[in-house]
């Protein structure tokens, strides 16, 4: 192979390579397999926290019905961002709540990984209380499913960096 062929054929591999990280960086990638697996693992949570609170613990209750109305409120948002997207608009907007109080501190990433550890946390607690047996059988393939989606994406976005680092 001639030095110009392999040129060529590295240069076409690195255009393509950055449209599949462009891809992964896109807010329809961004929302479709981290923030709205997010929204439901809280969502769930939520609807789970007030089952148990219903039967004698009101601020129980209260507390699922505030992370309920969290979750909607991100899952609107993370809808919004990939609509948006899809449409070719900028987002005026973040993809959760706690991001979107980020930026009056000019920091959204960071409230975003916040955002991130509390719902790694509500995961947690929700399977080692014992709660994930309490989600009834539709439940829990939403459940599967946002742990699906957000692992397999993960590890697509592990691979191809593996690969584009190699």
């Known amino acids: ?5 392999h040129e060529k054929e590295r240069c076409a591999c690195e255009k393509g ?3 599949i990280q462009r891809f992964f960086q896109r807010p329809f990638f961004l929302s479709f397999t981290i923030g ?3 929204c439901l693992f ?17 601020l ?8 309920i109305s969290w979750a909607a409120v991100d899952l609107l948002m993370n809808i919004g961002r ?9 987002a005026r907007f973040e993809y959760c709540t706690i991001a979107q109080a980020g930026r009056i501190f000019h920091k959204p990433m960071v409230f975003l990984a916040v955002d ?17 047996t309490k989600l009834t059988p539709f439940e829990l393939i939403l ?12 590890s697509l976005v592990s691979i191809y960096n593996e690969i584009k680092i190699a």
């Open 82 to 90: 990939s609509t948006l997207d899809l449409l070719h608009r900028p």
């Open 42 to 58: 809280k969502l769930l949570f939520g609807i789970t926290a007030v089952r148990v609170g219903a039967q004698d613990d009101l």
């Open 143 to 154: 459940w599967y499913a946002a742990t699906t989606m957000n692992l397999i994406s993960l």
């Open 17 to 19: 390579s950055d449209a």
């Open 116 to 132: 991130t550890l509390l719902t790694f946390g509500i995961i947690c607690v929700m399977l080692w209380s014992g709660w994930i």
């Open 60 to 67: 129980l209750t209260l507390f699922g019905w505030l992370v």
């Open 36 to 38: 709205i697996p997010f």
């Open 1 to 5: 192979m001639s030095p110009e062929t």
